[in-house]
């Protein structure tokens, strides 16, 4: 007799690495500990080498696969992705629009078989990077099409400044860009609190590069950062091969769906599920987004 069994997590990260199949070891712990210091110092931390070598090839050709059901879109946004307010003085960051030209695959179109998903969905991988976040627990988005995607920058794009919804995001990236593609971050410079609209004016006008740093990342290392309280972009792509990424988005709270707005500039269109959490939306804070 045969039996299938559910692919486990085992198959996929590197166990002896990261020992997410035993939490609370001493390697676990370890890891845990590693992750926590770099988010402290650095407000965002790497793991280099999470998911199993082997699968890199994989990893990179089922996203480039669904790459081509991108939603393409140029925008023209705030960073925190709302109605820019004209009654607000000149140089208020609500203000100050961009041009947001890059691409999302949605959660729908991610297959349950995919590596990215069965990451994305791993209770251990959940327990790990709750953990990291020195929190309890983390949750999937409940958000039909915003918990997990694929970030699609082609060579040229950018993706401009801005805070995300989600609290706390991880990401992967699938495919490198030859070069630019530079993920760059101000960690915490806002609160659950205070926007701290003067540091965000002054990064968005180019004159506080000293709260701007950035990290390099490699296909197959997991990154951690807190996405709604640093503002963060990514660079332009430069050279023929588009940047792949793939947003694990989680939240502390169960039931976090993104904003009908939101969801429409991201996705180009959004489900009864968006419509129906309108006005009653679960967020941790009272921030403009
Ligand atoms: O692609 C990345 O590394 C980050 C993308 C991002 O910030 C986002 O999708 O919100
Ligand atoms: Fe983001």
Known sequence: MTTTEAPRVDDLVDTARYPLTSPGSSGWSAAVARARQELADRGCCVLPGFLRSSLLDALRQECASVAPAAHYDVETVNVYNTTPDASLPQGHPVRTTMERGNAFVPRDALGPELVVSRLYTDPQVQAFVAACFDLPEVHELADPLAGLCLNVLTPGRA???????????????????????????????????????????????????????????????????????????????????????????????????????????????????????????????????
């Open 159 to 289: 993706h401009p400044w801005h805070f995300d919804t989600n609290e706390f995001a991880v990401s992967l990236l699938t495919q490198a860009p030859e070069a630019g593609g530079r993920f760059e971050y101000c960690p915490d410079i806002r609160s659950a609190r205070s926007e701290c609209f003067a540091d965000v004016a002054g990064v968005l006008a180019g004159e506080r590069p000293d709260l701007v740093r950035w990290v390099e990342v490699l296909p197959g290392a997991l990154q951690l950062f807190r996405g709604r309280y640093a503002l963060h972009r990514v660079s332009a792509v430069e050279g023929s091969t588009a940047r792949h990424s793939a947003i694990f988005a989680y939240s502390r709270r169960p039931g976090v769906i993104g904003s009908v707005e939101r969801t429409r500039q991201l996705f180009g269109r959004v489900l009864p599920e968006h419509l129906a959490a309108e006005g009653r939306a679960v967020r941790g804070d009272a921030l403009l987004d």
